[in-house]
């Protein structure tokens, strides 16, 4: 019998039940946002460099498995895989193979049988090695990348600090020792795996995912941090389209549902009576919904979040993000959307945030030449509504 057309003829067959497989393993999260192909990847070429391997006619074609494997542990790398969930995904790639070509396999004799899966283990030993080496090479380049970038930032934060400009000081002070000790960790792993090349273990693995997690956070710390200063400088130029918000608030949604999912909250749209066309802003509009539904999801313990959006007359919209969370007290409203301000609850501290995101939104709502408003009550929840014009105009001076 010949295992290695029974397997080419099947190929198809294969990546259907492994991508089906890899959708229901809930603890693969990531492949929660990707499309079929992206998920799919370069598994197709490392089945048909098997179906190579297992014919008595071909040259095994392990460069092909080599390359393939690469490939495919770079993009797992580039799209925020973790190494459990790669590990888990050739679990599901050897569990499918042998479930799908089982009842021809069992028509073979002994001999052909034991080869056929010698071989078949041999290549996905194979490709996992292969994959995990391009995927830890990956995480260290993204890590060099990540150490350049955040030693820039360092630069300009004790810029910042040296021109003592009062409130911007103070928070690029609190940035300031995270980001040294971030830099410093990661430029001595990175020195030590040049020097010694140090073995991919699981540890390490888990180090500089460490590293570039909350290097990441860092960066979108003072990323806001940015972008408030730009704002106040006036340096933020709207570029204005024809928008579909359904489409935008879908587009958040799907972004923030692995955080919803994480602390066990729904996530409601209602967009029944969206406005059909909108002048404005997208990249801006996107930015404060996002902003609006994070914060949500973040001080909300359990329930859910209600995102609604609907037509209030010929000349302005409006979207309401609601979520059952912590609320807010009455005192700290007034000042809610001010920069650096922090809401004192002893019961829930965040000690990641720094005030930000709603003076970003504020000011994000201004400039789409709208409005902001909050109701709130502690315990219960918060009520976040955004007036907005459907036709935004620029002056021309």
Same mark, same amino acid.
């Given at each position: 019998?010949?295992?290695?057309?029974?397997?080419?003829?099947?190929?198809?067959? $294969?990546?259907?039940?492994?991508?089906?497989?890899?959708?229901?393993?809930?603890?693969?999260?990531?492949?929660?946002?990707?499309?079929?192909?992206?998920?799919?990847?370069?598994? @197709?070429?490392?089945?048909?460099?098997?179906?190579?391997?297992?014919?008595?006619?071909?040259?095994?074609?392990?460069?092909?498995?080599?390359?393939a494997?690469?490939?495919?542990?770079?993009i797992?790398?580039?799209?925020?895989?973790? @190494?459990?969930?790669?590990?888990?995904?050739?679990?599901?790639l050897?569990?499918?193979?042998?479930?799908?070509?089982?009842?021809?396999?069992?028509?073979?004799?002994?001999?052909?049988?034991?080869?056929?899966m010698?071989?078949?283990?041999?290549?996905?030993?194979?490709?996992?090695?292969?994959?995990?080496?391009?995927?830890?090479?990956?995480?260290?380049?993204?890590?060099?990348?990540?150490?350049?970038?955040?030693?820039?930032?360092?630069?300009?934060?004790?810029?910042?600090?040296n021109?003592?400009?009062?409130?911007?000081?103070?928070?690029a002070?609190?940035?300031?020792? @995270?980001l040294?000790?971030?830099i410093?960790?990661?430029?001595?792993?990175?020195?030590?795996?040049?020097?010694?090349?140090?073995?991919?273990?699981?540890?390490n693995?888990?180090?500089?995912?460490?590293?570039?997690?909350?290097g990441?956070h860092?960066?979108?710390? $003072?990323?806001?941090?940015l972008?408030?200063?730009?704002y106040?400088?006036g340096?933020?130029?709207l570029?204005?389209?024809?928008?579909?918000?359904?489409? $935008?608030?879908?587009?958040?949604?799907?972004m923030?549902?692995p955080?919803?999912?994480?602390?066990d909250?729904?996530?409601?749209?209602?967009?029944?009576?969206?406005?059909q066309k909108?002048?404005?802003?997208?990249?801006?509009?996107?930015?404060?919904?996002?902003?609006?539904?994070?914060?949500?999801?973040?001080?909300?313990k359990?329930?859910g979040?209600?995102?609604?959006?609907?037509?209030?007359?010929?000349?302005?919209?409006?979207?309401?993000?609601?979520?059952?969370?912590?609320? $807010?007290?009455?005192?700290?409203?007034?000042?809610?959307?001010?920069?650096?301000?922090?809401?004192?609850?002893?019961?829930?501290?965040l000690?990641?945030?720094?005030?930000?995101?709603?003076?970003?939104?504020?000011?994000?709502?201004?400039?789409?030449?709208?409005?902001?408003?909050?109701?709130?009550?502690?315990?219960?929840?918060?009520?976040?509504?955004?007036?907005?014009?459907?036709?935004?105009?620029?002056?021309?001076?």
């Amino acid at each position: 019998m010949d295992f290695s057309q029974l397997l080419a003829d099947k190929t198809d067959t $294969i990546i259907d039940r492994w991508v089906t497989a890899v959708l229901q393993d809930h603890q693969i999260e990531r492949t929660d946002t990707l499309s079929y192909g992206a998920i799919k990847n370069h598994i @197709p070429y490392v089945l048909k460099a098997m179906v190579t391997v297992l014919s008595e006619f071909q040259n095994n074609d392990l460069k092909s498995i080599v390359s393939a494997s690469w490939h495919h542990g770079v993009i797992r790398a580039t799209q925020g895989f973790n @190494p459990v969930e790669i590990a888990r995904e050739y679990h599901h790639l050897r569990t499918v193979i042998f479930d799908t070509i089982q009842a021809d396999l069992l028509q073979g004799n002994p001999t052909d049988i034991i080869r056929a899966m010698r071989l078949i283990n041999v290549v996905i030993d194979e490709a996992i090695a292969r994959c995990f080496s391009s995927y830890v090479d990956e995480r260290l380049r993204e890590l060099e990348h990540l150490h350049n970038t955040l030693a820039l930032h360092n630069q300009e934060l004790t810029r910042l600090i040296n021109a003592n400009q009062e409130n911007l000081s103070l928070l690029a002070h609190d940035l300031k020792q @995270p980001l040294a000790s971030i830099i410093g960790y990661s430029d001595l792993f990175l020195r030590q795996h040049r020097q010694t090349k140090l073995k991919d273990s699981y540890t390490n693995i888990e180090h500089i995912e460490r590293v570039l997690r909350n290097g990441r956070h860092l960066l979108h710390l $003072i990323n806001d941090l940015l972008e408030l200063s730009q704002y106040e400088a006036g340096k933020i130029k709207l570029k204005l389209t024809s928008v579909d918000v359904c489409e $935008i608030i879908d587009n958040v949604c799907k972004m923030l549902d692995p955080l919803a999912s994480e602390k066990d909250l729904s996530l409601v749209v209602n967009c029944e009576q969206y406005p059909q066309k909108i002048i404005t802003d997208p990249f801006q509009l996107q930015q404060i919904i996002t902003n609006l539904v994070s914060n949500a999801i973040r001080y909300t313990k359990s329930g859910g979040i209600q995102i609604t959006c609907h037509v209030l007359d010929n000349q302005k919209w409006k979207f309401v993000v609601a979520d059952t969370g912590i609320g $807010i007290k009455s005192e700290d409203q007034k000042h809610i959307f001010e920069p650096y301000f922090r809401c004192n609850n002893q019961n829930y501290h965040l000690p990641d945030s720094t005030g930000l995101g709603l003076a970003i939104v504020s000011r994000l709502v201004k400039l789409l030449q709208g409005e902001i408003m909050l109701f709130s009550q502690p315990g219960i929840g918060s009520t976040f509504t955004v007036i907005l014009p459907l036709h935004l105009k620029i002056s021309s001076s």
